[in-house]
């Protein structure tokens, strides 16, 4: 019987091990078949990968071009284009994403497009960052001045440049590098002009317009551009663009290489899941809710322990909530406010106040995500229709919270020796003015100066330790009787 087993076992494993073999004869050839097939589909000329920058500039933008440039490198492709519409964002992604431009050893191609585009503010620097800078006509660019302090964002201007506030001012040549009186925002200028020069005279691009977009928040069109050297190429089409910067040397990597576009053939790509995600949950609005949702769950989660799916839910949200003001520019005060508002409220559900500690908790917690966001960059403020719906959902908890707490001190005890005052007894035996009577279905020592016997219905009117004090009953209509 053991040799039966053994042959058996043999055969099993020999089985097992064919047929891993066959599968992964099947898979690679299979693999050189679809691999084949690519090669003979792909272009003779090459590809050249198209990333598209559309709205704010922000953490998931900068994520998908990082990683665009990443995937351009591990597929050979001879060149990047990274079609441009944005009016801004902020500084830290705009870094990211000229820092990744800086290093990649694929050719990049910003281009604005389609007309009536525009590279404003961060799309400006990236625009000038770029190996190969072009734009459609009808799309303009400019407009680089940083106005938000503190909070790291390049947004367009609100509105005129500040004038000379004084003489010494004025004979700096309107130059801007001390009208404003700003020591902080002078130092962000000063050193937002530094950087575009400094991306200028890498590229060999027109550096003292580029410090004019700057400091006095200039726009050009794409013809004006192209005549002021601030652009290399302006193209209708991709097809014209990469026809266009064919020929043309660029320097990758610190070589000089000949780009040769001409032929190659153009393919999208697109953000995956995880940008998607992280432009989702990184937008203000979302993350602001988000974590009004994970802290409510725990919450609730706190206040009925058990029931589980609040506190799930509420840990994701305030998980997800707490990555997304990791990657934004949070001002510590709005958080303080926020955290405040959160413990007045969780105050309120614990130890109700009648709505006072709700009602400030809800004005801090207004004020907080008012002022959380420390950006003025377009696309990154806090929605006035969120902070509304955050409001009227707190005032809401703080309404039921404090309903129930009226509720509760206007009914009658139930419970302890409060609840047995004023409650109905039977005298099961009684001498002198003492005796045992039936209260609750329990036996219970009482006193009374009335004279009573047994059988007699009694009130109860205090409860000394373990003794009753009663009357009878008569004397003391409407109470409940004890079972």
Same mark, same amino acid.
């Given at each position: 019987?053991?040799?039966?087993?053994?042959?058996? %076992?043999?055969?099993?494993?020999?089985?097992?091990?064919?047929?891993?073999?066959? *599968?992964?004869?099947?898979?690679?050839?299979?693999?050189?078949?679809?691999? =084949?097939?690519?090669?003979?589909?792909a272009?003779?000329?090459?590809?050249?990968?198209?990333?598209?920058?559309?709205?704010?500039?922000?953490p998931?933008?900068?994520?998908?071009?990082?990683?665009?440039?990443?995937?351009?490198?591990?597929?050979?492709?001879?060149?990047?284009?990274?079609?441009?519409?944005?009016?801004g964002?902020?500084?830290?992604?705009?870094?990211?994403?000229?820092?990744?431009?800086?290093?990649?050893?694929?050719?990049?191609?910003?281009?604005?497009?389609?007309s009536?585009?525009?590279?404003?503010?961060?799309?400006?620097?990236?625009?000038?960052?770029?190996h190969?800078a072009?734009?459609a006509?009808?799309?303009?660019?400019?407009?680089?001045?940083?106005?938000?302090?503190?909070?790291?964002?390049?947004?367009?201007?609100?509105?005129?440049?500040?004038?000379?506030?004084?003489?010494?001012?004025?004979?700096?040549?309107?130059?801007?590098?001390?009208?404003?009186?700003?020591? $902080?925002?002078?130092?962000?200028?000063?050193?937002?002009?530094?950087?575009?020069?400094?991306?200028?005279?890498?590229?060999?691009?027109?550096?003292?317009?580029?410090? %004019?977009?700057?400091?006095?928040?200039?726009?050009?069109?794409? =013809?004006?551009?192209?005549?002021?050297?601030?652009?290399?190429?302006?193209?209708?089409?991709?097809?014209?663009?990469?026809?266009?910067?064919?020929?043309?040397?660029?320097?990758?990597?610190g070589?000089?290489?000949?780009?040769?576009?001409?032929?190659? $053939?153009?393919?999208?790509?697109?953000?995956?899941?995880?940008?998607?995600? *992280?432009?989702?949950?990184?937008?203000?609005?979302?993350a *602001?809710?988000?974590? $009004?949702?994970?802290?409510?769950?725990?919450?609730?989660?706190?206040?009925?322990?058990?029931?589980?799916?609040?506190? #799930?839910?509420?840990?994701?949200?305030?998980?997800?909530?707490?990555?997304?003001?990791?990657?934004?520019?949070?001002?510590?005060a709005?958080?303080?406010?926020? +955290?405040?508002?959160?413990?007045?409220?969780?105050?309120?559900? !614990?130890?109700?106040?009648?709505?006072?500690?709700g009602?400030?908790g #809800?004005?801090?917690?207004?004020?907080?995500? #008012?002022?959380?966001?420390?950006?003025?960059?377009?696309?990154?403020?806090?929605?006035?229709?969120?902070?509304?719906?955050?409001?009227?959902?707190?005032?809401?908890?703080?309404?039921?919270v404090?309903?129930?707490?009226?509720? =509760? !001190?206007?009914?009658?005890?139930?419970?302890?020796?409060?609840?047995? #005052?004023g409650?109905?007894?039977?005298?099961?035996?009684?001498?002198?003015?003492?005796?045992?009577?039936?209260?609750?279905?329990?036996?219970?020592?009482?006193? =009374?100066?009335?004279?009573?016997?047994?059988?007699?219905?009694?009130?109860?009117?205090?409860?000394?330790?373990?003794? +009753?004090?009663?009357?009878?009953?008569?004397?003391?209509?409407?109470?409940?009787?004890?079972?």
């Amino acid at each position: 019987m053991g040799e039966r087993v053994t042959w058996a %076992q043999r055969s099993a494993v020999r089985f097992f091990a064919l047929l891993s073999i066959c *599968l992964g004869g099947f898979l690679l050839i299979a693999g050189n078949g679809w691999e =084949s097939r690519a090669q003979e589909e792909a272009p003779a000329g090459g590809t050249a990968l198209v990333l598209h920058i559309e709205g704010p500039i922000g953490p998931a933008t900068s994520d998908y071009i990082v990683s665009g440039l990443e995937t351009a490198r591990e597929r050979g492709a001879k060149a990047v284009i990274l079609q441009m519409d944005t009016p801004g964002g902020l500084d830290t992604s705009m870094r990211e994403i000229i820092r990744a431009i800086l290093d990649s050893s694929v050719p990049v191609l910003s281009y604005v497009s389609p007309s009536g585009a525009r590279a404003a503010s961060a799309g400006t620097y990236i625009l000038y960052a770029s190996h190969i800078a072009a734009m459609a006509p009808g799309t303009n660019l400019g407009a680089a001045t940083p106005v938000a302090v503190g909070g790291g964002g390049l947004p367009m201007p609100g509105g005129e440049p500040e004038k000379p506030q004084s003489g010494e001012d004025e004979e700096d040549g309107g130059s801007g590098k001390a009208g404003s009186g700003d020591a $902080m925002k002078a130092k962000m200028v000063n050193d937002a002009v530094a950087y575009i020069r400094s991306l200028a005279e890498m590229r060999g691009r027109n550096a003292d317009w580029a410090e %004019q977009a700057v400091r006095e928040a200039e726009s050009l069109s794409a =013809s004006k551009a192209l005549e002021e050297n601030v652009i290399d190429i302006q193209a209708a089409t991709l097809a014209n663009l990469l026809a266009q910067a064919d020929g043309r040397t660029v320097r990758i990597s610190g070589e000089d290489v000949t780009l040769a576009t001409k032929e190659l $053939m153009t393919e999208d790509l697109a953000p995956d899941w995880r940008n998607e995600l *992280l432009a989702l949950v990184t937008s203000p609005n979302v993350a *602001l809710i988000l974590m $009004m949702i994970g802290i409510y769950g725990i919450i609730f989660e706190f206040m009925n322990p058990g029931a589980i799916y609040p506190g #799930t839910v509420g840990a994701i949200c305030l998980v997800l909530a707490l990555y997304a003001f990791a990657a934004l520019p949070v001002n510590v005060a709005g958080a303080g406010l926020i +955290l405040l508002g959160m413990v007045l409220i969780v105050a309120e559900a !614990f130890s109700p106040s009648f709505g006072a500690l709700g009602i400030g908790g #809800t004005i801090a917690l207004l004020i907080g995500a #008012t002022i959380l966001i420390d950006t003025e960059a377009p696309g990154f403020q806090v929605s006035w229709y969120v902070l509304a719906g955050i409001a009227t959902a707190t005032l809401a908890f703080t309404y039921l919270v404090a309903h129930l707490a009226v509720s =509760s !001190f206007r009914q009658r005890v139930t419970t302890g020796k409060e609840e047995m #005052t004023g409650m109905i007894a039977t005298v099961l035996d009684w001498e002198d003015g003492r005796g045992f009577v039936l209260a609750h279905s329990e036996r219970w020592r009482a006193v =009374s100066d009335a004279p009573l016997e047994a059988g007699d219905a009694v009130t109860i009117d205090e409860i000394d330790g373990l003794t +009753l004090h009663v009357s009878p009953q008569e004397n003391k209509p409407g109470g409940s009787r004890a079972l």
